[in-house]
């Protein structure tokens, strides 16, 4: 595996490597490397010929108030798992290198990134529409591949990727968990023992949420004051938001209607960690 840390080195790189007419995968992550991310490593392997992974803790998806100077970071560990996952190319750039100090473009995607995580963190996915742009023309991949972990943020990505004409295939990933339920994710490192301890009540939520669909409630109201009720027994959590919702343009919805495909997702604060999840639901 060869880590690239300078765009130009990476984009010279990958233009010999489709000159050569490999498939080119990129799975962007910000790194503090979970199963979730190596699960996707694996799909892009199985994807392409070549697999780049780019380690990035994007300043600019994180407001002033939330966690970008505490957001765990581990290199030296990241670089093991990525070499032994396979990777073939590991692309770290410095913030510097990313954002000089005279950068001044970013991308906004309209509508959905207004819902859900954009009501809660409003400048969010313009840091994450804009490095994902950024990316896809430093690693000029043919595939990438992102979790479902993030439902919304892959919602954003595809319409980045279709109204900015990229041709690129984005593939996106199931959710990992940890055995109890808890999605995996980088944050989960934050959790004291007792938060830790609740923390799967978000899963079980969602699980009684797609079981109450299953036995034919269809109304939205009665399966969101189940899960705000289950969520409310845990001392430590604090719901942000509870949403069901339409999954392609998450628009919320009232009642569900047969033949449907909804997206359940909720963002749940224990003590200052943020944690979301989400389950689709076709009926
Ligand atoms: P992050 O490093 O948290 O920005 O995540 C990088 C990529 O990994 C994103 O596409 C996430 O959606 C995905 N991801 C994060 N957690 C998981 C998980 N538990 N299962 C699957 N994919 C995940």
């Given amino acids: 595996m060869r880590v690239v840390t300078k765009i130009g080195e990476m984009q010279n790189i990958v233009d010999d490597l489709r000159r050569d007419k490999r498939i080119v995968s990129l799975v962007p992550t910000m790194g503090y490397l979970h199963d979730g991310h190596l699960s996707l490593m694996k799909i892009a392997r199985q994807n392409s010929d070549i697999v780049i992974v ?6 600019t998806q994180f407001a002033p108030h939330e966690d ?11 670089t093991k798992l990525a070499n032994s996952a396979g990777v073939d190319f590991l692309f770290t750039p410095e913030k510097n290198e990313i954002y000089p100090a005279d950068y001044a473009t970013f991308v906004d995607v309209d509508e ?11 400048t969010h996915f313009r840091g994450v529409a804009t490095i ?7 690693a000029k991949p043919h595939v990438a591949i992102f979790g479902q972990k993030d439902a919304q943020q892959a919602l954003v990505i595809k319409k980045i990727v279709f109204d900015l004409n990229f041709g690129i295939k984005i593939i996106i990933a ?27 009540v ?7 949420a797609s079981k109450m669909i299953s036995g034919g409630i269809t109304d939205c109201l009665t399966i969101k004051e189940k899960m705000i009720k289950l969520i409310s027994m845990k001392q430590s959590a604090k719901i942000d938001y509870i949403s069901i919702a ?18 359940i997702s909720l963002a749940v ?8 999840d989400n389950i689709i639901q076709t009926i």
């Fill in 174 to 200: 199931p959710t990992i968990r940890e055995k109890d339920g808890l999605a995996m994710s980088s944050r989960n490192s934050y959790l004291t023992k007792e938060q830790r301890q609740e923390s799967p």
């Fill in 68 to 78: 970008f100077g505490s957001y765990p970071r581990d290199i030296a560990g990241d």
């Fill in 54 to 59: 780019s380690i990035f803790v994007n300043p």
């Fill in 112 to 122: 959905i990134t207004e819902k859900l995580e954009g009501k809660s963190r409003p």
């Fill in 132 to 138: 994902v742009t950024k990316l896809f023309n430093i």
């Fill in 202 to 208: 978000l899963y079980e939520s969602l699980t009684e």
């Fill in 269 to 276: 604060k224990f003590g200052n960690t943020r944690l979301i």
């Fill in 246 to 263: 339409d999954s392609t343009d998450l628009e919320e919805v009232d009642v569900l209607q047969k033949g449907g495909t909804y997206l």
